[in-house]
């Protein structure tokens, strides 16, 4: 079993920038991927970005590229998805998920064995 909790989410204005944080307990952590989705309302849930288990490989929907940094510290059990440039398109609740059946780093919600709570990203224009 693994357990993952969210903080950092809120209110930015465009432009502007936050830190999500997902801490993890219940596994070793340097043993599974890590990945990051987002839900808007309306809308289904869409892949944000992933890091593999050691942190060499990431991977990012084409919308963030450029603006979104996933990293993780496996000192910690923790992974971070750094947000810049938040634009409007960005407002969703987001997920942190942790991929523990498989070596891949997957885009693929189908993937990820286990989820947070979601916290609530806001941006206004």
């Known amino acids: 079993q693994v357990q993952l909790v969210e903080s950092g989410g809120g209110l930015a204005q465009a432009g502007g920038s936050l830190r999500l944080s997902c801490a993890a307990s219940g596994r070793t952590f340097s043993s599974y991927a890590m990945g990051w989705f987002r839900q808007a309302p309306g809308k289904e849930r869409e892949f944000v970005a992933a890091i593999s288990r050691s942190g060499r490989i990431e991977k990012y929907t084409d919308s963030v590229k450029g603006r979104f940094t996933i990293s993780r510290d496996n000192a910690k059990n923790t992974v971070y998805l750094q947000m810049n440039s938040l634009e409007p398109e960005d407002t969703a609740v987001y997920y942190c998920?942790?991929?523990?059946?498989?070596?891949?780093?997957?885009?693929?919600?189908?993937?990820?064995?286990?989820w947070g709570q979601g916290t609530q990203v806001t941006v206004s224009s």
């Open positions: 998920a942790a991929n523990v059946d498989s070596a891949a780093t997957s885009t693929s919600a189908h993937e990820y064995d286990y």
